[in-house]
């Protein structure tokens, strides 16, 4: 349909301009097409290389495209890629936590409810250990002093966004904790500012999902886990040794799921998770002064801030997320400006991060030599 679609342009064209116009928009076209197919091939054979399943989608020159290879459910052979499925974000759904925070010290500006990132957190968590010297900015850098683990070990139980909350703040009460401005990446952070943001709006992190995210950007394959159609699916992962595929398949229950809100219960396609990455800073969810914001906050100790690492001068943005032990990899690397990069979500790996970017990278570097970093 795409080659018949570009005859037909070309005729038109030809009737009504030089031939020299139609015959130049003919070899746009036809150079486009080639380079899609050359990157659809070497993408699939670098997956198949590194024994790796998943989708990405591959931004060029500001062309997106999406590729998949293998099955998302080996078991029902539903392919990876398949409008069936929506793929776990992990850690990625960081960034977009962080942006709604932006987003409610922007709308809070000149009413008593305002804060900014020098706000302490025992406005909201007056209970919590160490909450009247950590400020909104120390959560969003990883910066609290915060350690308490077990947030991805399943509980076996179905928690609500208030429950999953407040399991938080005790388990943070109970557990060592380090000096506010070291660096440590812990869930807890997030997952804290999933409850300001509650407390804040009085309403839902869900709600607000919906309405700042999900409206704004007219996405219509983005989902919190409990919200993903019954026509739809999560994908299954896999487990890969080097020399078997769709080995020691698990899944995401939704126990473990709901007890990260905001950190990591965001289901996606690469496409969709592409244009929200545009529109952070396009305007849409933020701009460009907002992101800046968002990215270089006080309390920033390492590249790490609101959600992405930046490199390069801040001329490349980058996030990884998994689950552990499920098999599951995230991995977003784009340009400042969004015109290349990747989106990735594997769901068959050897759990192993290094050697899932490597696949990544493998990718960044046809696309643009010299530009993306390895790690």
Same mark, same amino acid.
């Given at each position: 349909m795409k080659h018949k679609f570009i005859t037909m342009v070309a005729s038109l064209v030809i009737a009504t301009t030089p031939l020299v116009t139609a015959t130049s928009q003919v070899n746009a076209a036809t150079i486009t097409n080639n380079k899609q197919t050359e990157m659809y091939s070497f993408v699939r054979n670098t997956f198949k290389k590194h024994n790796v399943r998943g989708i990405v989608t591959v931004v060029q020159n500001g062309e997106p495209q999406t590729i998949s290879y293998g099955y998302a459910w080996y078991?029902?052979?539903?392919?990876?890629?398949?409008?069936?499925?929506?793929?776990?974000?992990?850690?990625?759904?960081?960034?977009?936590?962080?942006?709604?925070?932006?987003?409610?010290?922007?709308?809070?500006?000149?009413?008593?409810?305002?804060?900014?990132? +020098?706000?302490?957190?025992?406005?909201?968590?007056?209970?919590?250990?160490?909450?009247? +010297?950590?400020?909104?900015?120390n959560l969003l850098t990883h910066t609290s002093g915060i350690m308490a683990t077990k947030t991805e070990?399943?509980?076996?139980?179905?928690?609500?966004?208030? +429950?999953?909350?407040?399991?938080?703040?005790?388990?943070? @009460?109970?557990?060592?904790?380090?000096?506010?401005?070291?660096?440590?990446?812990?869930?807890?952070?997030?997952?804290?500012?999933?409850?300001?943001?509650?407390?804040?709006?009085?309403?839902?992190?869900?709600? +607000?999902?919906?309405?700042r995210i999900i409206d704004k950007l007219n996405l219509k394959n983005t989902y919190l886990y409990q919200n993903i159609p019954k026509k739809m699916t999560d994908p299954i992962s896999y487990y890969s040794n080097g020399s078997k595929n769709y080995q020691k398949a698990t899944y995401l229950k939704k126990s473990l799921v709901s007890q990260i809100p905001g950190a990591g219960n965001l289901f996606t396609t690469t496409a969709e998770y592409y244009k929200i990455q545009v529109g952070l800073t396009d305007?849409?969810?933020?701009?460009?002064?907002?992101?800046?914001?968002?990215?270089?906050?006080?309390?920033?100790?390492?590249?790490?801030?609101?959600?992405?690492?930046?490199?390069?001068?801040? @001329?490349?943005?980058?996030?990884?997320?998994?689950?552990?032990?499920?098999?599951?990899?995230?991995?977003?690397?784009l340009t400042a400006d969004n015109q290349n990069g990747i989106v990735m979500f594997l769901n068959q790996t050897n759990d192993n991060e290094n050697d899932q970017k490597d696949v990544g990278y493998e990718i960044l570097k046809r696309i643009k030599p010299n530009t993306f970093v390895e790690r």
């Amino acid at each position: 349909m795409k080659h018949k679609f570009i005859t037909m342009v070309a005729s038109l064209v030809i009737a009504t301009t030089p031939l020299v116009t139609a015959t130049s928009q003919v070899n746009a076209a036809t150079i486009t097409n080639n380079k899609q197919t050359e990157m659809y091939s070497f993408v699939r054979n670098t997956f198949k290389k590194h024994n790796v399943r998943g989708i990405v989608t591959v931004v060029q020159n500001g062309e997106p495209q999406t590729i998949s290879y293998g099955y998302a459910w080996y078991g029902k052979r539903i392919g990876n890629g398949s409008s069936k499925v929506v793929y776990p974000t992990a850690s990625l759904q960081k960034v977009i936590t962080g942006a709604m925070i932006v987003q409610l010290i922007n709308e809070t500006k000149g009413t008593k409810n305002k804060f900014t990132q +020098n706000t302490k957190i025992s406005r909201w968590y007056p209970n919590l250990k160490n909450a009247a +010297n950590i400020t909104v900015g120390n959560l969003l850098t990883h910066t609290s002093g915060i350690m308490a683990t077990k947030t991805e070990i399943d509980r076996g139980y179905n928690y609500s966004e208030d +429950n999953a909350i407040n399991w938080v703040v005790n388990n943070i @009460n109970a557990s060592k904790s380090d000096t506010i401005g070291n660096y440590h990446y812990n869930n807890s952070n997030y997952i804290l500012l999933t409850g300001i943001i509650r407390q804040v709006t009085g309403k839902s992190y869900e709600d +607000n999902l919906q309405t700042r995210i999900i409206d704004k950007l007219n996405l219509k394959n983005t989902y919190l886990y409990q919200n993903i159609p019954k026509k739809m699916t999560d994908p299954i992962s896999y487990y890969s040794n080097g020399s078997k595929n769709y080995q020691k398949a698990t899944y995401l229950k939704k126990s473990l799921v709901s007890q990260i809100p905001g950190a990591g219960n965001l289901f996606t396609t690469t496409a969709e998770y592409y244009k929200i990455q545009v529109g952070l800073t396009d305007g849409t969810v933020l701009n460009k002064d907002d992101f800046y914001y968002l990215t270089h906050l006080k309390s920033k100790v390492v590249n790490y801030s609101g959600g992405m690492y930046l490199y390069n001068n801040d @001329n490349i943005r980058n996030a990884y997320g998994s689950f552990k032990g499920q098999h599951f990899g995230t991995w977003v690397q784009l340009t400042a400006d969004n015109q290349n990069g990747i989106v990735m979500f594997l769901n068959q790996t050897n759990d192993n991060e290094n050697d899932q970017k490597d696949v990544g990278y493998e990718i960044l570097k046809r696309i643009k030599p010299n530009t993306f970093v390895e790690r």
